[in-house]
């Protein structure tokens, strides 16, 4: 059981380590449910025969400790030399390989749910959701909002709140699903969606805006221009960059791009069935629905609304919209 354990503590470091230096494409999701299901087996062997037997062996170690006890009472030697609890402390004792790997089930088990079926913290790594999320920002997502899903399948197995309008959500990158996106929601299945003019319509009606203060962005040492834009349910402010134009250049070839018409003013979608329009906040600087195309219903990972950390600036800490 020591070499089998080493090869497959030697596996998982091998694929972490391939997986930092970019050597494979790894799939956190999958590796923590390996992780639970290899832990977890060590654990039920553990309980079930590994440590029975590692009783049984102390009980009859104290059992033959007595009756030489007794024997040498009888030839008239008093006191015995023998340290029976230590010689039953190493007997009971679990081994490294029962250590790392049934001793760390109960944690692994319950990082594996909590982040399966409630809470998935995520990391802010660009600036396309500024200014309602902060390149640091350490973020909660909750995962059942949406409707519960089993992991790594991310088959939905309970109806849950379809996503709204004015959601910030975290999903599978279309593209490239191995990788998790953050965006907020501007259209949902049915909806036709135009940005023409860096000006945002929803069937037609014209979302209200209204100018904010500059915003001065203290990575590119720029200002600008800042708006709250009224969702209906959510207001929030989004940023747009007098330096950019208002076309879409080099738009991907994506499923559904016949419901899109491109043009020099923007682009207009009728979003399908079971599918949804992403835009990032940071609108001239987001790679969105609008390069890549519709976040299919599977893709969705869950709501965004809580910042829990940065790092940088404890003032950040707090709710969202």
């Keep these: 059981m020591q070499a089998l ?3 497959v503590l030697g596996a998982f470091v091998a694929y972490v380590g391939a997986w930092y230096f970019g050597m494979v494409e790894g799939n956190f999701a999958l590796l923590l449910f390996l992780a639970s299901v290899v832990t977890g087996v060590y654990w039920l062997a553990e309980r079930f025969y590994f440590l029975p037997q590692r009783r049984k062996a102390a009980a009859e170690l104290e059992a033959q400790t007595k009756r030489r006890n007794d024997e040498l009472v ?8 023998v340290d029976l609890a230590e010689a039953k402390g190493k007997l009971l004792a679990q081994p490294w390989w029962l250590d790392w790997t049934a001793g760390l089930f109960p944690v692994i088990i319950a990082v594996f ?7 998935e913290p995520f990391k ?12 640091g920002d350490l ?3 909750n995962k059942y909002h949406y409707g519960l899903r089993l992991p790594v399948l991310n088959t939905k197995i309970t109806a849950g709140t379809p996503p709204q309008r004015g959601d910030v959500m975290v999903f599978r990158y279309p593209p490239r699903p191995s990788l998790d996106y953050i965006k907020r ?6 909806d036709e969606v135009a940005y023409l003019n860096k000006r945002l319509t929803i069937n037609g009606q014209p979302l209200a805006t209204n100018a904010l203060p500059e915003f001065f962005d203290e990575d590119t040492m720029r200002y600008f221009k800042q708006f709250e834009e ?13 330096a950019r134009p208002a076309f879409i250049p080099g738009a991907d070839s994506f499923e559904f791009r016949d419901n899109c018409r491109y043009s020099v003013e923007g682009v207009v979608c009728k979003v399908p069935a079971g599918h949804y329009f992403m835009m990032g906040d940071n609108r001239d600087n987001s790679l969105d629905s609008r390069y890549w195309g519709f976040v299919p219903e599977k893709n969705i990972v869950g ?9 940088g600036n404890l003032k950040r800490i707090g709710a969202f919209n």
């Design 5 to 7: 354990t080493s090869f």
């Design 113 to 119: 749910v909590l982040r399966s079926f409630l809470f």
């Design 303 to 311: 709501k965004a609304f809580f910042v829990w950390m940065n790092f």
């Design 74 to 81: 009888k030839l008239g030697v008093a006191k015995v030399d």
């Design 230 to 242: 009224d969702m209906g349910t959510v207001k929030h402010k989004l940023l747009n960059d007098d």
């Design 124 to 135: 802010i790594p660009s600036g396309s959701m500024i200014p309602t999320l902060m390149v």
């Design 139 to 141: 973020i909660l997502v």
């Design 185 to 190: 929601v501007v259209g949902v299945p049915g």
